[in-house]
């Protein structure tokens, strides 16, 4: 394959920090000064025009999320993760109170705990459970209840399941639209998601980031459509694995086989929300761009 020249900049312009970016990314390149120029070559035109876009957006190399964690770990990775955690630190900040709250509710054996986070409030008598209804917990000033639902977790695998995806979308989001854009995003994704699941099931008790995780998802699909990012594009099979998952789970085989209720109208209101966000966002991206 033939080296194009990406990119012709003046010899005054500082490129060290760019060219450190390439090489944690494993990108193949090299520098030349050609008449009074700086030409930076890739392999193919392809690679070519990934590295404009890329310079568009981070000039001075400071897109920690868009390298790969084989190459970011591969040099020194303490200072890998703690740079990843340093450009991500509202999805940090957010997975750490996930794991406080976890913490605190015993992944959901912690039923006076779990009384204060969920959508309704609800009182154990016996072998059963009373709900709230949701005009009730409101009329008495429990807003936070709207939002509170996407904290609770119920196992170990689920809290794993659902921390590791919102690592992996939240971190994207926050790269690519900033860190205010993520935590509305993650709040109208938790209130879209339970308020789907309460108006399909009615006053059950119900937890967890996946709604979030599915309204991230159809955020990133739909502003990547539109305005195509690298922050965005994700790994090829991901869109569909999702979504075959969401398919099985709302057959009810988990049901059936005793393995717990999933709340699939969370699943799907928290979708219909980031396809709605994803094409405002990547529309207005695309005219602005």
Known sequence: MSAVAAMRLPAQVDLS???????????????????GEQVLWVPGEQLAEQVRELYARYPQGDDALLVPPSA??????ASGFIGQLKNSLLTSSLL???????????????YEAIGWLSFVDFRIQGEYIYFSNLSETLASGQWWRLLTPMLIHF???????????????????????GPWILLGLTLVFSLAANFAQYLWAGPSLFG??????????GHCWLFQRLAPSAAYRLPPGVLVMMLAWL???????????????????????GLLAGCLTGLVGGALARRSG
């Open 17 to 35: 920090a760019f060219i450190a970016l390439l090489q944690r990314l494993q990108v193949p390149h090299r520098v030349a000064e050609e008449a």
């Open 247 to 269: 398919l099985i789970c709302m057959t009810g085989i988990f049901e059936l086989l005793q393995f717990g209720a999933i709340a699939n109208a969370a699943h799907v209101g």
């Open 96 to 110: 750490l109170l996930t794991f406080v709250v976890a913490g605190l509710t015993l992944l959901g054996d912690n």
């Open 72 to 77: 970011a770990l591969a040099a020194d990775p």
């Open 155 to 177: 196992g170990i695998l689920h809290l794993a399941m659902n921390t590791l995806w919102y690592w992996e979308l939240g971190r994207r989001v926050e790269a690519r639209q």
């Open 208 to 217: 967890g980031l996946s709604g979030v995780l599915y309204g991230l998802l």
